[in-house]
């Protein structure tokens, strides 16, 4: 007897677990279950390999991208590129700086760039990357730069207009661009009027043009930390009827500093332009050098020229302000002219605040035994100290405030000087700067002429030498406590030779003023 299921193959029941993948780990097993349960075996599913699509087919190693980087405008850079490059100019080049931190000893140098869009930003560069750079540098040639990393600049260090600065690395690049590019400028200057320094901020950094109308010597001073530096200060004069005090530091005062004298000493009086230099509200405002400073003597410029002309037809005997030393922001109380017996009937000095007034008046006395202090030169930041000092007993000089000693000090006037007008007469007190102007010699010149080589004629000479002389003084006025007395005390911060043409048109103009009041 035939059974259906002799004679029909049976439908495969359906199994879930056909559908995954297994191992087989005991053939024996699996036949052994597949002769039990005599149905039909299927093979099992074999997944073809993953065939990329067209687009995405790898064919080789991926290669790294070695073309050049595409020059962008310093303006343009910013830390989210990853591949950039500049072409610029470099404008200025510090010296190595070397530094001791918690990681221990280190060296550092930056340089300034400039690219034909105007825009600029610092470089800076480190230990082995310093070694790598700083002899290819030069100040004025074209490079090419590229793989630096940017970071915030430090804008106490850094007065670009940029808020970012490169820092380079051992892979960066600088290399000398192959043409000069003249559309890069040589330098970038945003000129302020002297005028405008008054209301400056202290330390900020500037860019200013004036006639050089004055050059003091080179001096030494001894820094707090031992090291002795060179100081020279000149003065500037622009068209804003205003002039400033300028110091120079170090190199600059036997470089750009003496050429300016021989100039001065010859008559000629050349334009000068600073880049970058230093505000200081220390008794006036003044301006001096840093490391990033740039002087240039006659520069090539439309602002050179203007100066010129107007120094040339009839500014050199135009009458200046100075806001250095002691000068009220806004000068406005320096244009009062006072005489001598105004400054005694108005009750002057006696003010919570000290007045500032100018007088003409001519000097008829000056003490001579106390005429000039030894003085502490060692430098606070910048400033120098200026404390009196004594000789210790190895015949050093001691200054008690700084709590140092050193073979030399410097000498500080402190004139005691009777002036007189066509109205009376007072006594004023001259410090170092205006003592000079006065006596036209430093105070160690003359301290040494008389306590050295004991020149009582030669010393005699140079102080009759100033005796009725007219003199323009800018004074200060301040009531203060001597002892339980209150006395007024006159400071002149400021000393300049009467000029008759200057003061001919002062007093043509009173009497224009009289005659039309409106």
């Known amino acids: 007897m035939l059974v259906e299921s002799d004679s029909v193959p049976q439908k495969p029941m359906p199994d879930n677990n056909s559908r995954r993948p297994t191992m087989a780990t005991n053939?024996?097993?699996?036949?052994?279950?597949?002769?039990?349960?005599?149905?039909?075996?299927?093979?099992?599913?074999?997944?073809?390999?993953?065939?990329?699509?067209?687009?995405?087919?790898?064919?080789?190693?991926?290669?790294?991208?070695?073309?050049?980087?595409?020059?962008?405008?310093?303006?343009?850079?910013?830390?989210?590129?990853?591949?950039?490059?500049?072409?610029?100019?470099?404008?200025?080049?510090?010296?190595?700086?070397?530094?001791?931190?918690?990681?221990?000893?280190?060296?550092?140098?930056?340089?300034?760039?400039?690219?034909?869009?105007?825009?600029?930003?610092?470089?800076?560069?480190?230990?082995?990357?310093?070694?790598?750079?700083?002899?290819?540098?030069?100040?004025?040639?074209?490079?090419?730069?590229?793989?630096?990393?940017?970071?915030?600049?430090?804008?106490n260090f850094n007065h670009l207009k940029n808020e970012w600065e490169i820092f380079l690395e051992e892979t960066s690049t600088v290399d000398l661009s192959p043409d000069e590019d003249s559309s890069i400028p040589k330098q970038q200057f945003s000129f302020r009027p002297i005028s405008e320094i008054e209301i400056a901020e202290n330390n900020s950094i500037i860019d200013v043009i004036g006639i050089v109308i004055a050059v003091n010597p080179s001096v030494p001073i001894l820094r707090k930390n031992g090291m002795e530096t060179q100081r020279r200060i000149l003065n500037l004069k622009d068209q804003s009827g205003r002039s400033v005090e300028l110091t120079l530091w170090g190199d600059f005062c036997n470089r750009e500093g003496q050429k300016l004298q021989e100039l001065v000493d010859s008559g000629l009086f050349p334009v000068l332009a600073v880049k970058a230099g230093k505000v200081n509200d220390f008794s006036g405002k003044s301006i001096g050098t840093i490391f990033s400073t740039q002087l240039f003597i006659n520069p090539d410029s439309p602002e050179a020229d203007c100066l010129r002309v107007w120094f040339?037809?009839?500014?050199?005997?135009?009458?200046?302000?100075?806001?250095?030393?002691?000068?009220?922001?806004?000068?406005?109380?320096?244009?009062?002219?006072?005489?001598?017996?105004?400054?005694?009937?108005?009750?002057?000095?006696?003010?919570?605040?000290?007045?500032?007034?100018?007088?003409?008046?001519?000097?008829?006395?000056?003490?001579?035994?106390?005429?000039?202090?030894?003085?502490?030169?060692?430098?606070?930041?910048?400033?120098?100290?200026?404390?009196?000092?004594?000789?210790?007993?190895?015949?050093?000089?001691?200054?008690?405030?700084?709590?140092?000693?050193?073979?030399?000090?410097?000498y500080r006037y402190l004139l005691q000087a009777q002036v007189q007008d066509h109205t009376g007469l007072t006594w004023v007190t001259a410090f170092q700067e205006s003592g000079e102007e006065i006596l036209g010699c430093s105070a160690k010149e003359l301290y040494f002429l008389k306590y050295e080589e004991q020149d009582d004629v030669r010393f005699a000479e140079i102080i009759h030498g100033c005796l009725f002389t007219h003199y323009i003084f800018r004074l200060k006025i301040k009531e203060e406590m001597y002892g339980d007395e209150q006395r007024v005390k006159i400071t002149v911060v400021k000393a300049e030779k009467l000029n008759y043409s200057a003061e001919s048109k002062h007093l043509l103009d009173l009497v224009s003023k009289v005659h039309h009041p409106h």
């Open 27 to 155: 053939n024996n097993n699996l036949n052994a279950q597949d002769a039990g349960n005599n149905m039909q075996r299927f093979p099992p599913t074999v997944q073809p390999p993953y065939q990329p699509p067209p687009n995405y087919k790898i064919r080789g190693a991926i290669m790294k991208n070695e073309a050049p980087a595409r020059i962008i405008p310093i303006a343009a850079l910013n830390p989210y590129q990853g591949r950039w490059a500049i072409k610029a100019r470099i404008t200025a080049k510090g010296d190595i700086r070397r530094y001791n931190n918690a990681r221990g000893d280190g060296k550092v140098f930056s340089f300034d760039l400039l690219d034909s869009d105007g825009g600029e930003i610092r470089a800076t560069c480190f230990n082995a990357v310093v070694d790598r750079f700083y002899e290819i540098i030069a100040v004025g040639k074209v490079y090419l730069i590229s793989k630096g990393s940017l970071k915030p600049a430090q804008k």
């Open 312 to 410: 040339d037809r009839g500014g050199k005997n135009a009458v200046s302000q100075s806001i250095s030393r002691d000068v009220i922001p806004g000068g406005q109380k320096n244009m009062i002219r006072k005489t001598v017996s105004q400054i005694k009937d108005e009750g002057l000095g006696r003010s919570d605040k000290p007045d500032w007034v100018t007088l003409k008046a001519a000097i008829s006395f000056i003490k001579t035994d106390t005429f000039c202090y030894t003085a502490c030169p060692l430098m606070i930041g910048d400033r120098q100290c200026n404390k009196k000092v004594t000789r210790s007993g190895n015949s050093r000089w001691q200054c008690d405030r700084c709590n140092q000693e050193f073979e030399e000090c410097d």
